[in-house]
């Protein structure tokens, strides 16, 4: 009996020691889920998962990109949303908005067969309203921004604004012959209605900024539709969020479009983030909608640092908003688009670069598919990307301990995450007494860091602009104890 007793109270010691010392013990039934190799798209919240390439800054090879659809693939995700800007082979009257070094026809007929390989289905995405910098900086086309300054928006007004982007659709229609969705932007156009064009139309037509932009969207949209053929056509929802119910019916936008609500912040479930009442209005106006995270390209115009954390908080928090919004969510949201942005607009700086923000993506979709907590995402992560596991680091939510992992461009996160962020961090942080980074050692990185992005993953010309916008920016910092220099 005692025997027993010893033996009992022997294996409940052992159980208690497993339990204690066994890493993340915490809510192992979803890591379960994902070990046991369960089909996500059955129970995820969104059930359509679509990353976003912005193409406006180091638009990757096409090699490159042939290698991240099937790292995409693998992490079931559904599409691409390709935001070509002027990567894409433009012609005819349009010819000059494309830059020297920009796809080929053959390329984008490479790249859609890639994905199709992949099973990602390949939405492209155009702009039609604002961002439309990279057309309107053309002598060309000046005349048509409604503000001569600042070149975002063009001039809805104008006939040949609407046959410019009318140009646009159709090509990428004829290079996407099986695409089935578009997304024509409209995001932040920042000028409607200051030109004299506009002015005069309202009077004419007695209309507000209200029914001229609406207008305007629908008209897109009708056209990418009916003239087009995509049956689906997506826009951005900022320009219209605000608007009445009635305003929008009026408009018949929601004949038309589908609107996708973005939001980049830690937590978009914020009050006031969003507008009073958006969800209720689009619930009741519009069939269905999408929302769209990100995973790099929203923490500060000139990052060059992937933060995994504070992408995964903005996830996090539109499984939250979900929850606020029960009836929308269950019935009218179809699907999340995670975004990745390369540059805040065309004139921009360049921010994190796609295979820095690479562990931070495969940790958004293991959430997203998953559920995981903060720790099994990024245990998760580690061990799909095959990263070192070093005893000492494990557990620890830090960018520091992501070492040596396998994926396209893993050499670049590391050059940038390891090598070249302690240099920067010892240009801030070093006490002004200290000798700073030599530039002969900052330099030495740069070149490194220049030669792998060149070998493999972006044309020369944008490895070029890497190196020169990192050694700018490292010259401009000095020793102090704030980061705020490089973080804004
Ligand atoms: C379009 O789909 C057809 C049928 O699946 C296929 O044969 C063709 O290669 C596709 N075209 C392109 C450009 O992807
Ligand atoms: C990363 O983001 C979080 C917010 O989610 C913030 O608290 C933290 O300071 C950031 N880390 C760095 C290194 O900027
Ligand atoms: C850049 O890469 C291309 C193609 O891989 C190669 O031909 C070229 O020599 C490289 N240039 C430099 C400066 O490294």
């Known amino acids: 009996m005692s025997k027993l007793c010893f033996l009992a109270l022997l294996s409940v010691t052992f159980m208690l020691i497993f339990v204690l010392t066994t890493p993340y013990s915490n809510d192992r039934s979803s890591y379960a889920a994902y070990e046991g190799g369960i089909d996500p798209r059955k129970t995820r919240q969104f059930k359509n998962i679509i990353v976003h390439l912005d193409l406006k800054g180091a638009p990757p090879r096409v090699e490159y990109l042939i290698e991240f659809f099937k790292l995409l693939s693998k992490h079931h995700v559904d599409g691409i949303l390709i935001e070509y800007e002027d990567m894409f082979p433009y012609s005819g009257d349009i010819e000059e908005i494309r830059r020297d070094l920009h796809y080929s026809e053959n390329d984008i007929r490479r790249i859609i ?14 702009q039609s309203f604002g961002h439309l910098e990279f057309v309107l900086k053309k002598s060309k ?23 410019i982007v009318k140009q646009m659709i159709e090509q990428i229609r004829r290079l ?10 409209a995001d932040e156009a920042y000028h409607v209605a200051e030109d004299q064009r506009c002015i005069e139309r309202m009077e004419k037509e007695s209309i507000g900024k209200s029914d001229l932009k609406l207008e305007h969207i629908a008209k897109i949209g009708k056209f990418a539709r009916e003239n087009a053929g995509f049956e689906t056509v997506f826009a951005w929802n900022d320009m219209f969020d605000k608007e009445s119910e009635e305003t929008i019916r009026k408009s018949k936008i929601n004949k038309f479009i589908v609107p ?9 479930t914020e009050n006031g983030y969003f507008p009073d009442g958006l969800f209720e209005r689009i619930f009741n106006v519009f069939d269905r909608f999408y929302v769209a995270s990100a995973f790099k390209g929203a923490d500060g115009a000139r990052q060059q640092f992937s933060n995994i954390s504070r992408y995964l908080e903005n996830q996090k928090s ?7 919004h029960k009836n929308a969510a269950a019935q009218k949201v179809d699907g999340i688009f995670v975004t990745g942005w390369s540059r805040f607009n065309h004139f921009n700086a360049l921010c994190e670069l796609l295979p820095v923000a690479i562990p931070s993506l495969i940790v958004d979709l293991f959430y997203l598919n998953y559920q995981l907590t903060e720790k099994d995402a990024w245990r ?33 996160f590391e050059i940038i995450m390891h090598d070249w962020k302690r240099a920067v961090d010892r240009r801030i942080f070093g006490k002004p007494d200290q000798q700073p980074s030599p530039d002969s050692e900052a330099i030495e990185i740069l070149k490194n860091l220049k030669k792998s992005l060149n070998q493999s993953i972006l044309y020369k010309t944008d490895a070029d602009e890497v190196f020169n916008q990192y050694l700018h920016d490292y010259h401009s910092l000095i020793a102090q104890n704030t980061r705020t220099e490089i973080t804004n």
């Open 113 to 126: 067969q890639a994905a199709e390989v992949h099973n990602l289905e390949v939405i492209p995405l155009i």
């Open 141 to 163: 086309f000046m005349g048509l921004s409604e503000d001569l300054i600042d070149l975002n928006t063009i001039c809805i007004s104008d006939s040949k604004s609407i046959d």
């Open 176 to 185: 996407h012959p099986n695409s089935t969705r578009i997304h024509i932007g």
């Open 260 to 268: 996708v609500v973005w939001g980049y912040r830690t937590d978009v």
């Open 318 to 324: 539109y499984v939250n908003l979900m929850d606020l």
């Open 380 to 412: 998760a992560m580690k061990s799909s990307l095959e990263c070192e596991n070093r005893r000492h680091l494990r557990g620890i939510l830090a960018e520091s301990t992501v070492h040596g992992c396998k994926f396209p461009g893993a050499d670049v």
